[in-house]
């Protein structure tokens, strides 16, 4: 029999509401009724809302239920629930729609603009950020993912309110494995699991974490759910399509029977004991009996100190807290490691004495994918070793940008047609060359100077994949780190700060509009009436009014080279 949902009874919205979705979607779309578009983070926690993952939530969290749930991990009502679900907006926003209590708005998809539910605004508030960071996340710290976000993406205002529901978001991807709470506890039904133990997971799966969920089965008696996060995971995790179908290759690994999957639409926020509660919390909700909380679930890693946010097993410790008002039976595992002499996976309190043990940290497999070692076959399957690599080709064939920032007529120009000849005539890496008054007439056009438009124009460089040589002036530090974001995701980003100074870049001016710039006849100029910021920290500052052009390009061709996006190792 399936679990008992978090606070006795299963919230499913959509079933609830189904009756009357034909008219709140009519409502919706009415003219001039006020929607707020969602961002990902608020369409994920949508979902699990109306889904009934969020069980006993009918809404996004009002004041009192906010501040209770920051401070006391508590709703007003006394049910246990450890993490704030907030509705941020603007208050330009709340103004523009005259939000007030009672005021319904339609909350819709970003993808299609589609309306995904109704709120009636019950009360609208300005909460205390840098308290809930404290409380929630344990500091306010912006090391930590979900502080950052908190301080730098969630908009000033909240949102409380109950939601009446239109439909689930659309999905596209894996359809087969998605369920909700309801369908998920059918199917359980329908194959007779009556203790099913839950594997939270947003990393790949290996054969230790087989080894781990089979152990974890063969103690409690259960079968085994895997129930990996689909929504936002941390930042620079393996992306879900490549992890998706990590899961389903290593699901023929289990005795038949044994196992199956189900994928979870959360937006997790990396908080430690705090999210171990919560995610011990949907998993009931999804019908499981059991939930293995592992060494540092859900941490975030390192805080501006260097040492770790949260302890290895303060996780564990806080469930177990609650583990009588969570009524899910949690499974504590430690780390395991292979013994290369019994050829076995062991947990690190089970290993026998004198036996040497070996594991591949995150890190470490990341670097190995990333330049093309060897991954060993006791650490993973062959099946998943293939499709690892073929998202993560060596960097000999990953796509790379260097990016050449500095004054008008800094020589950065010259230089890029430089670097892009000598690797031209190496044949290795063919590449594309955006000179910044290229970009300008073909990409850009449209655009003017002003720092909006420059931030637009650096961006759009940032979405050309493959080799790319790029020469903009990209006086901002912003938009800078902004393209260095975006173009790491899928390969190399080397910043080149062409360091040459103001005064030889004026000389170096033959057309005389650093003079028009300086007479006020061109507003906006670089280095003239608007500021250049150095960068802090460039891959490479050079300098050609004291260096050889032909010296900074091999000083770049040596970067490349040391990174391994060119030549042969």
């Not at 501040?67 to 049910?79: A, H, I, K, Q, Y």
């Not at 007439?441 to 080799?467: P, T």
């Not at 080397?494 to 870049?505: N, R």
Request: hydrophobic share 35%; net charge neutral; glycine share 8%.
């Amino acid at each position: 029999m399936a679990n008992t949902p978090h606070g006795g009874v299963l919230k499913d919205l959509v079933a609830r509401d189904a009756h009357k979705a034909t008219a709140l979607r009519s409502e919706a779309n009415a003219p001039h009724f006020p929607s707020i578009v969602l961002n990902e983070r608020q369409l994920c926690d949508l979902e699990l809302i109306i889904n009934g993952g969020f069980s006993p939530l009918e809404g996004f969290l009002n004041k009192a239920d906010y501040e209770s749930v920051v401070e006391n991990m508590r709703l007003t009502d006394g049910t246990l629930w450890p993490i704030p679900i907030n509705l941020d907006v603007t208050a330009e926003l709340v103004k523009t729609l005259k939000l007030s209590k009672g005021v319904r708005v339609a909350l819709r998809d970003p993808r299609d603009d589609s309306p995904v539910a109704i709120l009636t605004v019950g009360d609208i508030y300005i909460p205390n950020k840098h308290k809930e960071a404290q409380h929630v996340f344990g500091a306010d710290d912006s090391a930590h993912p979900a502080v950052d976000y908190l301080h730098k993406v969630a908009k000033d205002t909240y949102i409380g309110g109950n939601l009446e529901a239109i439909s689930h978001p659309p999905h596209f991807d894996y359809v087969e494995n998605r369920n909700t709470p309801a369908e998920l506890r059918a199917h359980f039904k329908k194959l007779n699991w009556t203790r099913v133990v839950a594997f939270q997971t947003r990393n790949p799966m290996h054969r230790a974490h087989r080894e781990l969920t089979v152990r974890a089965a063969r103690d409690r008696q259960c079968n085994v759910l895997i129930h990996p996060v689909v929504g936002m995971t941390k930042p620079g995790d393996i992306d879900h399509y490549t992890r998706v179908r990590v899961y389903k290759a290593i699901l023929p690994k289990y005795p038949q029977g044994m196992a199956t999957l189900s994928l979870l639409p959360l937006a997790m926020r990396m908080g430690g004991p705090r999210e171990a509660v919560w995610h011990s919390i949907i998993r009931k909700n999804y019908g499981c009996t059991h939930f293995i909380i592992g060494r540092d679930h859900a941490g975030p890693g390192k805080n501006s100190q260097g040492k770790d946010f949260y302890g290895p097993y303060d996780a564990q410790d806080l469930v177990n807290k609650f583990k009588d008002e969570l009524d899910i039976e949690v499974v504590p595992f430690q780390m395991v490691s292979y013994v290369q002499e019994l050829d076995a996976y062991f947990p690190e309190d089970q290993i026998p004495d004198g036996h040497k043990t070996l594991n591949i940290s995150g890190t470490e497999l990341r670097r190995r994918l990333k330049t093309g070692a060897k991954i060993p076959d006791w650490f993973t399957y062959p099946e998943v070793q293939e499709i690892l690599k073929s998202q993560h080709p060596p960097r000999a064939k990953q796509g790379f940008t260097v990016f050449f920032t500095g004054y008008w007529r800094s020589g950065a120009n010259t230089i890029a047609q430089a670097l892009q000849v000598s690797l031209n005539q190496q044949g290795q890496r063919p590449t594309t060359l955006l000179l910044g008054e290229t970009v300008r007439h073909e990409l850009s056009s449209e655009l003017g100077f002003s720092r909006h438009d420059r931030d637009i124009n650096i961006n759009r460089i940032a979405f050309c994949g493959g080799a790319v040589i790029a020469s903009p002036i990209a006086p901002y530090e912003a938009a800078r780190k902004e393209a260095r974001s975006t173009v790491s995701k899928y390969g190399g980003f080397f910043l080149v700060h062409v360091a040459t100074p103001l005064e030889v870049c004026i000389q170096n001016d033959r057309t005389g509009t650093y003079e028009k710039a300086k007479k006020g006849l061109i507003k906006g100029f670089t280095g003239i009436d608007d500021p250049y910021e150095v960068p802090e920290k460039p891959d490479l500052r050079v300098d050609p009014s004291k260096q050889p052009i032909s010296q900074i390009v091999h000083e770049i061709v040596l970067l490349l080279e040391k990174e391994g996006y060119i030549g042969e190792r």
